[in-house]
């Protein structure tokens, strides 16, 4: 028995998803984690899933994941939740007309069960859009558009955004992991 810890609706909505095809339910706790500020994906997805295994004390995993923004020299990466609460669409525009827009996604499921933790890695690349278009996914996902579309992935239906999602891809690779 595992559960997926997450305060955001949309990210337990996505995640009940991706998981449906599995032998059972996604167990499902709505915890507000702490987050560690930090430019390493891998430091703030391993002691969120510590923070969280602390407060619910059950097998568990969360997910976390970076926009790497080329011309930004890959900021904000995992730190894009305080820049897009701050910045929000005003991000398209940070890039000038004719550089590159080019931008990776990078999203980290860790599990802990008390003794273990273990990280998995989806991503995908892409590009920023020059604004924001679409009212679907979570927080950036109407800036980004993935490699080899036009769509932005806020544009996309659901099952279209979920199968192109570095979040579904690192879940994915968990499931086959510990063979659910």
Request: aromatic content about 8%; glycine content about 8%; proline content about 7%.
């Amino acid at each position: 028995m595992v559960y997926f810890v997450s305060s955001n609706e949309r990210k337990l909505e996505d995640m009940t998803q991706v998981w449906e095809d599995g032998p059972t339910p996604l167990r499902l706790l709505r915890l507000d984690v702490p987050e560690v500020l930090s430019s390493d994906l891998d430091i703030v997805v391993r002691e969120k899933a510590i923070a969280a295994y602390r407060l619910a004390l059950v097998p568990l995993f969360v997910e976390h994941g970076g926009l790497f923004i080329e011309h930004l020299n890959g900021f904000p990466g995992p730190l894009v939740k305080p820049f897009w609460e701050r910045l929000q669409d005003r991000i398209c525009a940070l890039i000038p007309a004719g550089l590159s827009r080019a931008a990776r996604v990078v999203q980290k499921v860790c599990y802990c069960d008390g003794r273990t933790l273990r990280v998995y890695t989806g991503g995908v690349l892409g590009e920023i859009a020059p604004e924001q278009r679409g009212d679907e996914g979570i927080d950036w996902e109407p800036m980004f558009i993935p490699a080899g579309h036009t769509r932005t992935l806020g544009q996309m239906p659901r099952e279209d955004r979920l199968r192109y999602s570095a979040s579904a891809e690192a879940l994915r690779a968990f499931r086959r992991d510990i063979g659910l």
